[in-house]
């Protein structure tokens, strides 16, 4: 929060490979976050299983929820063809966080 009590705008920058091994990481750097509104960095994203969706979807709650934003930005193709195969609409997977 800046001193005003607005949040702060921050960016995290997704890893590589978003699989069952960076979930709890992925978690932890979301949660250092919470109240601030965030922007998803999905530049470098090769890989996304299920796990990290879930924490992902977990956190686009929580950020609703608070009413913060939370948004994607930069997806690689393959993001956005591992989020269709999980039956995701890449574009408006953070809004409401459910399926479409």
């Not at 601030?36 to 994203?45: C, M, N, P, R, S």
Request: proline letters at 6%.
């Amino acid at each position: 929060m800046t001193p005003g009590g607005k949040p702060t705008h921050r960016v995290l920058e997704l890893a590589n490979s978003l699989d069952l091994n960076a979930a709890g990481p992925l978690a932890e750097a979301l949660n250092r976050r919470l109240g601030d509104d965030l922007t998803l960095d999905g530049a470098h994203v090769q890989r996304l299983g299920a796990s990290c969706l879930q924490v992902l979807l977990a956190a686009a709650r929580t950020w609703s929820a608070d009413g913060d934003a939370l948004t994607l930005e930069n997806p690689t193709e393959r993001m956005i063809e591992d989020l269709r195969l999980m039956g995701m609409n890449p574009m408006t997977f953070l809004d409401g966080a459910t399926p479409q």
